[in-house]
């Protein structure tokens, strides 16, 4: 049984040629690479915004250079879509995370506001690049189509944590994914505001919003 297994794994391996596995591998480490120097320009991105930023002066706040940079990526709205693709994309998995672990409707309204909370504690100049982002590409079409992509994935996040938690309740809702979206992207960008201001109290509004607002979605009988 190994030596056919082995056999199976070979013949696999013999169907790509050299070149193609070298072609391959070079994808995979130039994607590795963007990665990498995404993740290291996040930080000065976040600080200074769209309209305040270039490749250049994104290389003085890192330990890359300007050419390394404008190798793996065209411009600043390649980076910072990139950036943006790649840190709403884990933001995306801590509330599925939120959804998969639980069990009653109050747990799972308890943990999504508790994230929101914490996020808008934590990564602040983060959100503010997105919604940076997400303003400039009413102006510029460049990255709209970038920006609506990410949009519709957050939106379908919301509608994973919305619609469980009316599953868990054993209640219909009144709204539907994109009246739920707003809803929440509101309450979220006023409490980011607030945040940015310097309100300590900002996080635990959006928190005690979130919880009853969510339960105000569903129908309750009479």
């Known amino acids: 049984m190994a030596q056919v297994a082995n056999k199976g794994v070979t013949g696999r391996q013999g169907s790509e040629s050299a070149g193609e596995r070298i072609a391959r591998r070079q994808v995979d480490k130039f994607a590795e690479r963007r990665a990498q120097l995404a993740a290291s320009a996040l930080r000065t991105l ?26 793996y990526f065209r411009d600043k709205v390649d980076l910072i879509t990139y950036c943006v693709r790649q840190y709403k994309a884990e933001c995306v998995t801590r509330y599925d995370q939120t959804v998969t672990t639980a069990d009653t409707a109050e747990e799972l309204r308890h943990g999504f506001a508790d994230v929101l909370a914490t996020t808008l504690r934590e990564d602040a100049a983060m959100h503010r690049l997105w919604y940076d982002l997400r303003n ?10 970038d920006v609506l992509e990410i949009d519709q994935s957050l939106e379908r996040m919301i ?9 868990l309740a054993d209640a219909p809702l009144t709204v539907g994914p994109g009246v739920a979206y707003a809803i929440f992207d509101g309450l979220f960008q006023q409490g980011l505001l607030r945040q940015l201001a310097g309100q300590e109290a900002a996080a635990d509004e959006l928190r005690a919003h979130v919880e009853v607002v969510l339960d105000e979605l569903l129908v309750r009988g009479s």
């Open 46 to 71: 976040a600080e200074l915004g769209y309209a305040r930023t270039s490749l250049r002066e994104i290389a003085q706040n890192s330990e890359f250079s300007h050419g390394v940079l404008h190798y």
């Open 136 to 145: 400039q590409s009413l102006f510029e079409e460049s990255f709209r189509a």
């Open 159 to 167: 509608w994973r944590i919305v619609s469980r938690f009316a599953e």
